[in-house]
T-cell receptor, first 110, second 114 residues
Framework: SQQGEEDPQALSIQEGENATMNCSYKTSINNLQWYRQNSGRGLVHLILIRSNEREKHSGRLRVTLDTSKKSSSLLITASRAADTASYFCATDRGNTPLVFGKGTRLSVIA | KAGVTQTPRYLIKTRGQQVTLSCSPISGHRSVSWYQQTPGQGLQFLFEYFSETQRNKGNFPGRFSGRQFSNSRSEMNVSTLELGDSALYLC?????????????FGSGTRLTVV
């Protein structure tokens, strides 16, 4: 079964706007990661946040983690058409496989 | 450095046949994991190999098997193919077993069973 559940399932925004995607999970975790997938291709690792961290930044990406609510959010600022992709959160509990959510499909309209 | 290489990229097979997919991890990466991606089920974990040993296995029938060689290259095999096995099969490599280092994924093998 999926550990993470992303919300919303699909998101459509204008270029230049910010995009926020949320992820909820069910059990305790060691790390939470976000990946991007362009249509039908492999996943690209974006950012990782550890369970003892609350916020992390990487370029236009900002990730927050609230372990008390078992949730995370991914914010992409000043979105571009090239950001159009599916975004997945994935969790692990140490030496266990990454478990992925079903993803959010982001469309950025130029 | 070269990324994760999966071959073939596309494959069409008939029900009842078997198929072997290959994954070459990044040089120096010893852990290889396989995932099946379908529109309905999303990304489902198949297996993880580390140092030629299967360390974890997902909830898939015995028709799905795999192995890892001494050079860390991995293969997965699906026997007696069913229509429902049509999917994108993704391989991911990491330096060690801790996924906290992030995975590097290949571009996948798109399997179509007809």
């Amino acid at each position: 079964s999926q550990q993470g559940e992303e919300d919303p399932q699909a998101l459509s925004i204008q270029e230049g706007e910010n995009a926020t995607m949320n992820c909820s999970y069910k059990t305790s975790i060691n790390n939470l990661q976000w990946y991007r997938q362009n249509s039908g291709r492999g996943l690209v690792h974006l950012i990782l946040i550890r369970s003892n961290e609350r916020e992390k930044h990487s370029g236009r990406l900002r990730v927050t983690l609230d372990t008390s609510k078992k949730s995370s959010s991914l914010l992409i600022t000043a979105s571009r058409a090239a950001d159009t992709a599916s975004y997945f959160c994935a969790t692990d509990r140490g030496n266990t496989p990454l478990v992925f959510g079903k993803g959010t499909r982001l469309s950025v309209i130029a | 450095k070269a990324g994760v290489t999966q071959t073939p990229r596309y494959l069409i097979k008939t029900r009842g046949q078997q198929v072997t997919l290959s994954c070459s991890p990044i040089s120096g990466h010893r852990s290889v994991s396989w995932y099946q991606q379908t529109p309905g089920q999303g990304l489902q974990f198949l297996f993880e190999y580390f140092s030629e040993t299967q360390r974890n296995k997902g909830n898939f029938p015995g028709r799905f098997s795999g192995r890892q060689f001494s050079n860390s290259r991995s293969e997965m095999n699906v026997s007696t193919l069913e229509l429902g096995d049509s999917a994108l099969y993704l391989c991911a490599s990491s330096i060690n077993r801790d996924p906290g280092g992030g995975y590097t994924f290949g571009s996948g093998t798109r399997l179509t069973v007809v």
